[in-house]
């Protein structure tokens, strides 16, 4: 037998075997994976910044890695530590990172002048922003929020909450935050913003009932652009645009596959943390995963895609409202747009 | 239901007794003492486990507000005393060396003027102070939340990487220069310091300290796992545990009490007293295993079983011992009774002395023993006296029945008469009588009689009618003469008062004229051939033997071919259906009535057999007698 054909029997030996063992375990994961490569210095590499610290906001990363995923679509991608001191999307345009997380409309809002940043992937389907305040400090409508103090974070995904107070027309004091929600757990704010996967959670824990909190969930109350999604530089796309398709293959499997196998999901994500000397508690991570799941999957075809509907409808706001100054194509934005 | 011997000793029935009544004495026991020794038992417990808590509590709070000292007369140094950087510097370098519960201090943003940030710390016994760099500091809680709310700050453990690099908690004190923020004070403790505190051995030996932060964050526990991961109310989530997010909004908001914890969590199983600090609020508990809390009452509860075992084994003992001496005399008299039982009425009663009451058993029972054979004896004199009477009674019978003539077709020969009798007496012997004999060799006498009452007396007047009659028949030819010689007879010699009710014929067997008496009998009905009858109801006299010289009349009946004459006495008249009513005269006619045509033998088997029909079932019992006889004149045949 030649050393050829010894190579592909190899291969589809090693097919077989990893196709039996997803079959049991989900239908999700009967997916097929480009064959991988047998040398890692032949690897692309990659630097992935996410937009913030180990959890499971990223476990589809985190299970792509862990499962080869990426290495299978021929990429080498390198999990780069989030630093306060440099948002992601600043290490993307300095040149630091090659794929970071940004949220649509802060992405816009970088591009006012010029498209610096191009989406490649829209991972969350949804606007997961709350903005919530406590009953005790009669904080009961929207109404009630008008002039009073919004914790917002200083950086990242602010956009959406300074949007949709304008579009609401509601004249609120920003107080710019990192991420406690001490400030708000201490009154020292009467409005926090929080994501619903994480800081809302953080303040169910913290001992503070719902039925206490007055919540505005920006999705119901008609803001419906989604958040989170993967961008490039727009030279390193056209430079390497196999590449991103390939990362956000793997990345969108990695999702599939910690969707049904939460268990082993959260144990890598627990393990994670705790090497990162991060407070880690199963149920928040749980709950995190969960939501995660609602953001990314409202159906397998929609994953990752960057609808249309939803681009324009954020481009029309961001001009209305955030004085966007020019109306950028989808297509140039979006540029594996179908 | 008891089955088996054994189970009906009295040994055993006094020991089940024992058992069920010592078994609900003891479980109500248990139940009291349970429910009693719980509750003081847990008050004790809970009196250890608050002090304990106070314990911590009093440590923890005497170096937090020794700390909150600290920085308020640095404040005070500053704001007062206008000491220089220099001076003030030299006050807190002093401060930190001799107090090594402080970790760091931090001066920051414009407490000096034109001054940069700084942190204070002492490592190996050197004091270090170093600059803060850029801005970043301005958006941390230890900074933002007392500058905000212009509050002092106790923050939740945090790290300061500009530091030690260790995880601390910081006392943060803003500082207001005529109503104007100029910077804030802040001094750190590590974290480590009160995780000591927590976790260090104390007076009260007794579960395991925890501290609580104000979002309910485990600060302290005996689990590092939990430590600064998890907040009450995260556990609470992961094991659905309602309680234990009650117990973590109950600390958070500074209250204090007990509470049980179920469930599987790291608390699960445990009483959780809790207690808050007074200086930052974070609040402390004390967790203890029910288990280990309810050691004393289980001991308690331990020891009370065994010693109900074994005073219940105890008195099993004694009882089965004691009734076995008691029972052994019973035996023995069980055993005499079945003896005098089976007639030997000399067996020898036992004697006991093991106490009174078997005692006077045994002496009733020797007076019953000595009872009984006197009984006995009586009883044998009494059924000899008996029999004798009985069988002299049967030879009365039976001379009696041979006074009654024997049933024969033609009686004497005599080819005019038939007759045919009987007598059916309701005991051996009976007070009726019948006879028919021949006078002389043309009058052929018959009677009929009932003496009153029954028995041997009745007997014996019978036995002297049926005597008396035929021998002085030949001397009065007449039935009212020979009835009145026997009326005589009778009031003389009848010792009782008994009187004698007769029907006396004569019949001339050449003209077949029939004279007859009725001295207080039943009528006599004479049968024609034709199944017809006649019923001839007077009397001559009253009954015999009650008036001496009484006169008695007669009658005197022509007889004709195929006439049947028909006697009998009150035992037919008498005779009792179920319902109590007699069978009369009226009866008896209707008897008649379906009788064949006349024969003496065929119609009294008839009548007896009629009468034993309607009195079938009925209790009450008369002498029957039944006399019928034929007469055909020779002359007409």
Redesign the interface.
């Known amino acids: 037998m030649d050393v050829q054909k010894r190579i592909l029997v190899m291969l589809i030996l090693f097919g077989l075997m990893f196709s039996c063992k997803t079959q049991k375990s989900d239908s999700r994961d009967e997916l097929t994976y480009p064959k991988a490569a047998s040398d890692s210095t032949s690897l692309f590499p990659i630097r992935f910044r996410p937009k913030w610290q180990t959890q499971a906001q990223f476990a589809g990363v985190y299970m792509a890695i862990h499962k080869g995923l990426y290495a299978q679509h021929g990429l080498d991608v390198q999990l780069q530590s989030v630093l ?2 440099e948002p992601a999307v600043d290490a993307l345009l300095q040149g630091h990172g090659d794929i970071v997380h940004v949220d649509l409309l802060n992405a816009l809002d970088l591009c006012r002048e010029q498209t610096k940043i191009v989406n490649i992937a829209q991972i969350n389907q949804k606007n997961s922003v709350y903005l919530v305040g406590k009953k005790s400090n009669g904080i009961n409508s929207l109404e009630d929020f008008r002039g009073k ?1 919004l914790g917002l974070w ?1 950086s990242g995904s602010n956009m959406a909450t300074r949007l949709f107070l304008a579009q609401k027309g509601i004249p609120m004091e920003i ?4 991420w ?1 929600i ?2 708000f ?5 009467d409005v926090i913003n929080a994501m619903d996967y994480n800081e809302f959670h953080q303040i ?4 503070i009932d719902s039925e206490d909190l007055f919540i505005a969930k920006q999705q119901e109350l008609g803001l419906t652009v989604p958040d989170e999604g993967f961008y490039v530089r727009p030279e390193f796309y056209k430079a390497h645009p196999n590449e991103c398709r390939a990362f956000v293959k793997a990345t969108l499997d990695g999702w599939l596959y910690a969707f049904s196998h939460e268990q082993e999901t959260l144990d890598l994500v627990l393990k994670m943390m705790k090497e990162d000397n991060l ?6 991570q ?2 995190m995963l969960n939501h995660m799941k609602d953001a990314i999957m409202p159906s397998i075809a929609e994953m990752g895609i960057l609808k249309r509907k939803n681009y324009e409808e954020a481009m029309d706001l961001m001009i209305k409202y955030m004085g966007f100054p020019r109306r950028i194509p989808y297509e140039e934005f979006y540029p594996d747009a179908e | 239901m008891l089955s088996k011997k054994e189970d009906r000793t009295l040994a055993y029935q006094l020991i089940s007794f024992v058992f069920a009544f010592m078994l609900i004495i003891f479980l109500a026991s248990i139940l009291v003492t349970r429910a009693f020794y719980n509750r003081v038992i847990m008050d004790n417990q809970l009196d250890n486990m608050r002090h304990l808590a106070h314990e911590r509590i009093h440590l923890i709070d005497s170096i937090l507000f020794r700390v909150e000292s600290f920085a308020t007369m640095s404040r005070t140094a500053i704001l007062n005393y206008g000491l220089s950087e220099e001076q003030h510097f030299a006050f807190l370098s002093e401060t930190l060396m001799e107090n090594p519960q402080v970790h760091s201090i931090c001066l920051a943003d414009r407490v000096y003027e034109g001054k940069e940030p700084r942190i204070l710390y002492t490592m190996r016994h050197r004091f270090y102070s170093r600059v803060i760099r850029g801005t970043e500091y301005r958006y941390q809680d230890w900074f933002q939340i007392p500058q905000m709310t212009q509050k002092p700050y106790w923050t939740e453990p945090w790290v300061d990487t500009e530091g030690k690099g260790e995880m601390i908690i910081s006392y943060c004190l803003p500082i207001f220069e005529k109503g104007v923020n100029t910077g804030l004070i802040r001094f750190d403790i590590e974290l480590g310091y009160l995780q000591e505190i927590i976790s260090g051995s104390g007076y009260f030996k007794i579960g395991s300290s925890f501290l609580v932060s104000t979002t309910g964050t485990l600060v302290a526990h005996s689990n590092t796992e939990l430590i600064m991961n998890q907040s009450l109310f995260s556990i609470a989530e992961e094991y659905q545990s309602p309680v234990l997010a009650d117990l973590g909004k109950a600390m958070v908001s500074g209250k204090q009490g007990h509470i049980k914890i179920n469930g599987k969590s790291p608390f699960g199983g445990t009483w959780v007293y809790y207690q808050p600090l007074q200086s930052n609020h974070w609040s402390v508990g004390v967790a203890v295993e029910e288990d280990v809390l309810m050691r004393e009452v289980d001991t308690i509860l331990m020891i009370q079983t065994i010693a109900s075992i074994l005073i219940f084994l105890s008195v099993a003992i004694i009882i089965y011992a004691r009734t076995l001496n008691v029972s052994r005399p019973l035996k023995r008299l069980a055993i005499a009774a079945d003896r005098i039982g089976a007639g030997d009425f000399d067996a020898q009663i036992p004697v006991s002395n093991n106490s009174f009451e078997i005692s006077t058993l045994a002496q009733s029972f020797a007076a019953m023993q000595s009872s009984l054979k006197d009984y006995i004896r009586n009883l044998r004199i009494t059924t000899d006296e008996k029999n004798q009477i009985r069988g002299d009674v049967i030879y009365a019978s039976e001379i009696q029945n041979k006074l009654i003539p024997t049933n024969t077709t033609h009686p004497f020969g005599i080819k005019e008469l038939r007759a045919y009798g009987i007598l059916e007496p309701a005991g051996d012997i009976g007070g009726d009588l019948y006879d028919y004999f021949m006078i002389d060799d043309e009058h052929f006498c018959f009677v009929i009689a009932d003496v009153l009452g029954k028995g041997i007396v009745a007997a014996m007047a019978m036995t002297m009618v049926s005597t008396l009659l035929p021998s002085i028949a030949p001397y009065y030819k007449t039935s009212n003469e020979l009835l009145g010689k026997l009326n005589n007879f009778l009031c003389r010699n009848n010792i009782e008062t008994n009187f004698v009710t007769a029907l006396l014929g004569i019949i001339d067997l050449k003209t077949g004229r029939m004279q007859y008496s009725n001295c207080g009998h039943l009528p006599l009905f004479i049968r024609k051939m034709d199944r017809s009858y006649t019923r001839y109801p007077d009397t001559h006299s009253t009954a015999l033997g009650v008036f001496e010289d009484m006169p008695i009349d007669y009658d005197e009946i022509d007889l004709i071919i195929g006439d049947e004459l028909i006697l009998f006495t009150d035992g037919i008249t008498e005779a009792m259906n179920t319902k109590d009513e007699f069978l009369g005269i009226s009866g008896f006619e209707e008897i008649l009535r379906k009788l064949p045509p006349p024969n003496p033998e065929t119609t009294a088997k008839g009548i007896l057999s009629e009468v034993h029909k309607y009195a079938r079932g009925a209790t009450h019992k008369d002498d029957i007698t039944i006399l019928v006889i034929d007469y055909k004149h020779p002359t007409i045949s």
């Open positions: 306060l001191t103090r200083r107080i710019n935050i990192d406690s001490n400030l757990a201490q009154n020292a704010v169910l824990q913290a001992g407070r880690a508690n199963r149920a928040h749980q709950w």
